[in-house]
């Protein structure tokens, strides 16, 4: 108010803060209201049930440093959802385990990168609130690292801005698919494939099951062939996966790469081919969610729970582990890129001790999966020594000297991992031996180093002979280990491909081996070798689905190279499908097919 004399004696304000002004609806009607700090709508919007016309002006201080500490300000969700949405906090790390179709009001996120248009030196003057997120109506900001010298956002907006579930999307009962043996099928996932690829945390099943979860319709049928009663396999939960994880891709959350890391685990129903298709495409769009939900990034400074954190840390490693293994099995480059990536290696601790309704459970899954993490990154230096296209061409002007201490460096390395974590995974008793898998990639990873020496080494230089010995012992291993198969190791569950890829690899490095021989005696060694190999195989491809592939696979090479007879003349090379009827692969069509394409045959894919 000011003095008659006009000079200025006090300034007074109708209201103490913005957050007591009346919204424009009230104030038209010249009632007074009052907005409470952080609540959507005033305070006789709210007793009324009506929507709040109030917004909280903006306020941005450019010149603010990034360690002070932000206002407290959030604005309005958005008028699109008529139901609050979750914390965005809980929706930027994907704590939550509801499918997205019984959520319409979720929140998607995705992380900020440094080089992209949004930048996250720009975004960290934006004005947070004591949650450490900025709201506007519809999109968010959530902070999760500002006071460091590199900032780190999640962008998040509402999932009905993004089409997240359009019409189309495939509306599955899926407990009434399994029904009666929902509860059976989830006690054997967790009895069964949980002690050989615990991915996930028990204590997230122990509620009651939403339908149409396509996370639980692949555990369903991941468990269906190890449990006693209902059909060992449901078409309907395969075709529902199918089409409903390119949808989840678009706009995925952490459940999205659980699915679709548990999808690739599904053993083969078909083998109509010695190959994997859609292997490598499913891999890059797995890493792709990847990196829009920063898994990459060290999650333990981050204001997560132990649980959150230890699932960010799980799931990175499995992607890791599944990316690293099928580019060697497949001769592709990686996906991954070391220089984007600082997550801490897996420990016991990053896993839950408790099976499903908190029965306790034994640290043997941990170990084995960081057993299994651990190799793959000594796996990774190995094709990222000897197996890209420039290092072929380095090793060939390598002195032999050099070559020949990275080979010992990178045997110590496997020698002090077979010390430290797989001779923990012998001699357990259990019921259900889950260690074949890492077992056989001990092995891969042997062969896998010694055929690229082999590779650089001209054939009777000194120490050539030394390494095909080494590499003959490591083979023998795999037939000993193939003909030493107990049922407590073939009634498990088995990583996938990955395992079924590390058979055929030790098949095609003992044709290699034969190739490469001179002697007599060699010969006929290998010969014999690759012959008893394949027996082996046949004999367990009848029950046992991880060697089917090796199998086909080495017929089909022993056939190329004339140590199988051909076949007559109108008699084809065919699989056993899972219909009985055999699939037929005509000689002649093949060649047939390229000699259309024209071009002398180069192939017009």
Known sequence: ????????????????????????????????????????????????????????????????????????????????????????????????????????????????????????????????????????????????????????????????????????????????????????????????????????????????????????????????????????????????????????????????????????????????????????????????????????????????????????????????????????GLGRPSYLNEEHCNVPLPTVENFSHTSLHNQPLSLTPAIQFVAMAHLTAILSDILNTFYTLKAMERFKLLPLEVIFSILDDFQRRLAEWNEEHLCQLFNVNTLLDSSGSVVLAFHTCEIVLFRAVLRCLPMGSPGYDGVREQSKASLMHIVEFVEKLNVSRLRAFWWSPMTRINFALAGTFMFFQLLTSITTHDIEFWSSTISHYRSLLRLQSHSFDMTRLACTRMDLLAASMGVDPPAREGEGMGEIGADGRTVVLMPGSAEEWIARQGHEGMLLC
Not at 127 to 152: D, T
Not at 194 to 221: C, E, W
Not at 222 to 250: W, Y
Request: charged share 20%; with cysteine; hydrophobic share 30%.
């Open 1 to 328: 108010m000011r003095t008659t004399t006009g000079t200025q004696v006090n300034v007074g304000r109708k209201y103490k803060s913005r957050k007591e002004r009346p919204c424009d609806a009230c104030r038209k009607r010249k009632i007074c209201c009052t907005r409470d700090a952080f609540e959507k709508d005033c305070s006789l919007c709210r007793t009324r049930g009506e929507t709040c016309k109030y917004i909280l002006p903006p306020n941005v201080r450019r010149n603010r440093p990034p360690t002070a500490r932000p206002r407290e300000s959030m604005s309005s969700p958005s008028s699109t959802s008529s139901i609050p949405p979750r914390p965005i906090q809980s929706c930027a790390v994907g704590t939550g385990s509801v499918p997205r179709k019984t959520a319409p009001s979720e929140w998607i996120c995705q992380f900020v990168g440094l080089s992209g248009d949004q930048d996250p030196f720009v975004l960290r003057h934006c004005s947070f609130n004591h949650l450490n997120c900025y709201k506007a109506p519809e999109w968010a900001i959530l902070r999760v690292k500002g006071e460091n010298e590199i900032p780190l956002h999640f962008t998040v907006v509402p999932d009905s801005h993004l089409d997240a579930h359009p019409d189309y999307y495939p509306k599955t009962d899926t407990e009434s698919v399994v029904a009666p043996h929902a509860d059976e099928l989830l006690q054997t996932y967790f009895d069964v494939i949980h002690v050989s690829y615990p991915l996930l945390d028990p204590a997230r099943f122990n509620s009651k099951p939403q339908t149409g979860d396509p996370l639980l319709a692949i555990m369903y049928n991941l468990a269906s062939p190890f449990c006693r009663d209902g059909p060992p396999f449901f078409q309907e939960l395969s075709d529902f996966a199918h089409q409903v994880l390119p949808i989840e891709r678009r706009h995925p959350r952490l459940e999205t790469i659980e699915a679709s890391l548990l999808h690739l685990q599904c053993h083969s129903t078909i083998h109509q081919a010695p190959m994997l298709p859609s292997l490598w495409s499913d891999i890059g769009s797995l890493v792709g969610m990847a990196h829009d939900l920063g898994l990459n990034l060290d999650p333990t400074a981050w204001s997560l729970t132990p649980s959150d954190s230890n699932r960010r840390i799980r799931i990175w490693w499995a992607l890791y582990i599944q990316d690293k293994w099928s580019a060697l």
